[in-house]
């Protein structure tokens, strides 16, 4: 079916919007800045609400349909749901709802499947993603004769909405979580959360050579690319990269800042905006 307007045409110069329960989705802003530079971005990060993991589908639901019509109010082209768990959740009800394309994430157990030569690999992930239907499709489908230990990463989204990617409490965590698969002989870890790339130098550093990590924000930013280009969205190419992105959150956006300063190298505020539920029109949003 073909897209309404203003989404049908040549090339369009608008925003691609990007929403995380937090500020894991800054590793997939990152993969789709590097694989299409002349986009610009929105991102939004529900800071005020995350994590995710341990809500419940309702919950997760009404917030990711209430900041993808934020998103599509500001002008966005497509919507990227850098999350894992609100994929899971809730990605279904936002195509049929927000008149966009719409690209989830999900862990990679395909790739992980096909890489490991232990035929022993570890997912990390939160507690929603992992007892989802749309996880336990990904295991049939492609775990064939891979086993895949499934650990729950407690504590760790809160560790990265804090910046605490180095700290000794959250080694501790991450070598309580990932030396049971190595006993195991995993091979293989699946990063199955968008906040999980920031803790990879802590995860090395436990593991050494050990372990592959599977990161699948590359493919995501592929994949966007090639849904922007099969509906004619791709903005127009031009001498000079895009503005950078604009980025806001629900809470006062102190550690995104930070966070965004630190692994992405962007210095730019972080506006604070209000996004309420479905059906209530007061909303605003101001310079944090």
Not at 132 to 149: M, P, Q
Not at 206 to 228: C, F, K, P
């Amino acid at each position: 079916m073909p897209l309404p307007e203003p989404f049908a045409s040549p090339h369009n110069p608008a925003p691609i919007g990007i929403f995380d329960s937090g500020l894991g989705g800054l590793s997939v802003l990152r993969a789709i800045r590097a694989q299409l530079p002349h986009e610009a971005l929105l991102y939004v990060a529900d800071s005020l609400h995350a994590p995710y993991g341990m809500r419940d589908n309702e919950f997760i639901s009404e917030r990711t349909l209430a900041i993808g019509e934020w998103l599509a109010s500001q002008g966005a082209k497509a919507l990227v749901v850098a999350c894992n768990t609100a994929t899971a959740e809730s990605i279904a009800l936002a195509r049929g709802r927000l008149a966009m394309p719409i690209i989830g994430v999900e862990p990679g157990i395909k790739p992980a499947a096909s890489q490991s030569k232990s035929r022993v690999a570890g997912v990390l992930a939160t507690q929603v993603t992992l007892r989802s239907e749309r996880f336990r499709s990904l295991i049939e489908r492609h775990a064939a004769d891979c086993h895949f230990i499934c650990q729950p990463g407690h504590g760790l989204v809160e560790a990265v909405e804090r910046c605490e990617i180095d700290t000794p409490e959250v080694r501790a965590l991450l070598a309580h979580y990932i030396e049971p698969m190595l006993a195991a002989g995993a091979d293989t870890l699946v990063l199955g959360c968008t906040h999980y790339p920031f803790l990879d130098a802590a995860i090395r550093d436990i593991a050494g050579a050990r372990l592959a990590l599977i990161d699948t924000s590359v493919a995501i930013a592929r994949q966007l690319e090639r849904v922007l280009e099969a509906n004619g969205l791709l903005a127009p190419v031009s001498r000079q990269c895009a503005a950078p992105p604009r980025l806001f959150s629900t809470d006062e956006g102190m550690h995104m800042r930070r966070l965004a300063s630190t692994l992405l190298g962007l210095d730019v505020p972080v506006e604070q905006v209000s996004i309420i539920a479905p059906g209530d029109a007061s909303d605003r949003s101001h310079a944090a």
